[in-house]
C-alpha cells in the first residue's frame, strides 16, 4: 500500500513536472520572436527608459514626468542592473512574471477543477495575454502575479475556518501582495478592495469578535497601504510630496475623455479580443455554480466582475487595459476545460488562442516595425544626437538607444501632444513645446507629415518646422513613415556614424 501510494506521488510530481516544462515552453514560444525588439510597445519604451535615467540620478515625477506608480519604474530601474541594454533584459524578466502567473494560475483553478481544467487555464492565460499587447514589458503582466497571489491567499482563507492568528496572517499576506500590485499599477485598487472585503465576510464567518475584527481590518488596511505610504514618505523627505502627489493621485482626474469615435472602436476592438474567453468564462462559472455555491466560487464570479468593471471605470479602452480581466478569466474558465465532450468548444477557444499566438509577432512587427526598420531610422538620427534629440510621436526609446539627453521631463510623447491631455500634466503644454522648441534641437523625429491635423500642439509644431528645420530622411518603421528633421544649419557629426 505504501509502496502504491509512493508511486501514484512519483507520477504525480512526473505529470506536474511536464505542466511547469508546458508552461515554460508556452512563455517562450508566444513570445521569444519579440525578444531583443526595442519596439514592442510606446509603454514599456518608456518604462524602460525612466528605469535606466533613475540609476542616472533622474527622480521621476520631477526629472520626468508620468502618473504610474513607482514600483513600476523600480522594477525596470533593477532589470537595467542586468546589464546589456535592458531590452532583451526586460523582456526575460517579463517572461518569467507571466510563467509564474500561469503556476498560481493552476493553483487557483484546481479550487475549482481537475488537472486537466486547471493545467489548461494555465496555458489559457500565457496565449492570451499576448493578444492584448502582453507580450512584452506592460505593467499588468507583473502586477497580475501579485493580485493572483493575493487572490490565492482569500482563496485559503474562505476555503476553511481557520485559527484567528492564521486568518490574520493569510489575510495580511494577501492585503500586502495588493499593496505592491498598486505600487505597480493604481488599478489594482478595485481588486484590492473586493479582497478586503471577502477577508471581513471570512473573519465574519468564523465569528471574530467585533473588537477584534475592527483592529484586524486596519492592520490589513494598513498593509494594503504600506508601499503606497512608503512612497509617499520618500518624497516628503526629498522635498517634492507635490510633485508625486500630483502626478499620482491629481492628474488622472484631470485627463480628458477620448473623442466619441476613438472610444468606441476602442471598447468594440478590446470586447471582441476578450469575449470568446469572458464567454470561456462565465460558462464555467455557471457550470459551478450549478453544482454548488461555495465560497470561493462566489469570491471568483465577484472578482471577474471586478475586473470588467474596473476597466469601464477607467474608460479608454486600450487593449493592454483588458490583461487584468484575463487573469480571473482564465481560473474561471477551468471547469469548462475540464470537462469533455464530442463538441469540445472550449478546447477549440484554446486552439484558436494557439494560432493567433502564432500569428500575432508577424502581425505586430507590421503594425509597429521591425529591428532593423529602427536600426535605419536611429542611424540616420546618431550623427546630430549630441546637438539635442526631440521625438515628437511614439518612439522614446530613441533616447535610450542613442543614448540622448531628455529635452523636457515630459517625454512621453502624448502628454504635450494629445488633447485628452490639456491641463492634467501639470503644465501649460504650448509652452512647454515652444520652450522645447526654442532650445533648437538638431533632429525633430515625428510621424508622418504634420499639417493634417488641426489641434495646437501640432499647428503649433508644423509652423516651427516650416520655418526652421528641412527633412534629410523618411523612415518605414512599421506602418508610419517616421520623418527626420534636422534644423537649418545643422551639421552631423560624421565620427558618430
Known sequence: ??????????QSSRRYALFVMAVVAVALLTRFQQFGNPIVHIDEQFYLLVGDRMLHGALPYVDIWDRKPIGLFLIYAA???????GILQYQLVATGFAIATALVVERLAARW???RGSRMAALLYLLWIPLLTGQGGQSPVFYNLFVALAALSVCRAAESRRSPSSLILTGGAAMLAIGVALQIKYSAVFEGGLFGLTLILVALRDKLRWTAL??????WIALALLPTVLAVATYWRLGHLQDYWFANFVSIFRRHALDKHDGLRNAATLSLYLAPLIIL?????RLRLTATRDAVTLFLSAWLAVAVLSVIAFGYYFDHYGLPIVLPAAVGAAVALDR???ADWPLLILTGA???CLMLPTLNQRRRGTPAQFARLVAVIRPYAAQGVYVWDNLPIIYHVLPAALPTRYVFPTHLRDPNEQGAVGVDQPRELERILDARPAVIVIENQPGSEHEPPVVQM???LARDYHPIAAIRVGRRDQIVYARNGARPDTASR
Open 1 to 10: 500500500m505504501i509502496g502504491a501510494d509512493r508511486l501514484g506521488a512519483g
Open 462 to 464: 508644423a509652423a516651427h
Open 281 to 285: 468564462a462565465t460558462h464555467g462559472i
Open 113 to 115: 477543477a481537475g488537472p
Open 214 to 219: 475592527a483592529l484586524v481590518a486596519l492592520l
Open 354 to 356: 494557439s494560432l493567433a
Open 79 to 85: 532589470i537595467r542592473e542586468l546589464g546589456g541594454s
Open 340 to 342: 469533455r465532450r464530442r
